[in-house]
Antibody, heavy 121, light 107 residues
Framework: EVQLVESGGGLVQPGGSLRLSCAASGFIFSDHHIDWVRQAPGKGLEWVGR??????????DYAASVKGRFTISRDDSKNSMYLQMNSLKTEDTAVYYC????????????WGQGTLVTVSS | DIQMTQSPSSVSASVGDRVTIACRAS??????LAWFQQKPGKAPKLLIYAASSLHSGVPSRFSGSGSGADFTLTISSLQPEDFATYYC?????????FGQGTRLEIK
């Protein structure tokens, strides 16, 4: 059974940093791209970024709204990926989901349960 | 960036009704489109990928159609568990973008 479990969310002040983790199981982690998608309270879904699989050298892409502030990394030996968030803004407040990218297209076939990040003074 | 526009933003329907939700892309995306269902407090779930392919385990009352820039999600006979918010997502190019969502409510 595919499982993705996020952790690391919490309350942080504007300008602060936070690191989210996503632990995966039930599939060959190193073979798959993994993305972060977020959802502000009461709002829609916003793509945050991607880290590609080992075959694609773990390259990354980011949304313009987070580029230069957020960094995605992964440790295939631990079946885990991470989202380092720096210079946080109040508008970064959201539930952050990690999502497995399907083999055949840029859609998300499995999602974690999400972790809430609140940026507030 | 490719903008995705869903219509309507909300719809009220009854159990057993047939419901159609539309999604329009700001440029052609071939069939690189997915549909998701999200219930309050839960993660989205994949329903349809490649515009018309049913994800494993999804009931056959859900179907998708379209290509290019115009797509539809149809629920043939609404069940109580189908009342949720639905999102389309373009998978054609970065940045990946979602529609604003369609809230399906009980009439």
């Amino acid at each position: 059974e595919v499982q993705l479990v996020e952790s690391g969310g919490g309350l942080v002040q504007p300008g602060g940093s936070l690191r989210l983790s996503c632990a995966a199981s039930g599939f060959i982690f190193s073979d798959h791209h993994i993305d972060w998608v977020r959802q502000a309270p009461g709002k829609g879904l916003e793509w945050v970024g991607r880290i590609r699989n080992t075959a694609n050298s773990h390259t990354t892409d980011y949304a313009a709204s987070v580029k230069g502030r957020f960094t995605i990394s992964r440790d295939d030996s631990k079946n885990s990926m991470y989202l380092q968030m720096n210079s946080l803004k109040t508008e970064d407040t959201a539930v952050y989901y990690c999502a497995k990218v399907d083999t055949y297209g840029n859609w998300f076939d499995f999602w974690g349960q999400g972790t809430l990040v609140t940026v507030s003074s | 960036d490719i903008q995705m526009t869903q219509s309507p933003s909300s719809v009220s329907a009854s159990v057993g009704d047939r419901v159609t939700i539309a999604c329009r892309a700001s440029q052609g995306i071939s069939n690189w489109l997915a549909w998701f269902q999200q219930k309050p407090g839960k993660a989205p779930k994949l329903l349809i990928y490649a515009a018309s392919s049913l994800h494993s385990g999804v009931p056959s009352r859900f179907s998708g159609s379209g290509s290019g820039a115009d797509f539809t999600l149809t629920i043939s006979s609404l069940q109580p568990e189908d009342f949720a918010t639905y999102y389309c997502q373009q998978a054609n190019s970065f940045p990946i973008t979602f529609g604003q969502g369609t809230r399906l409510e009980i009439k």
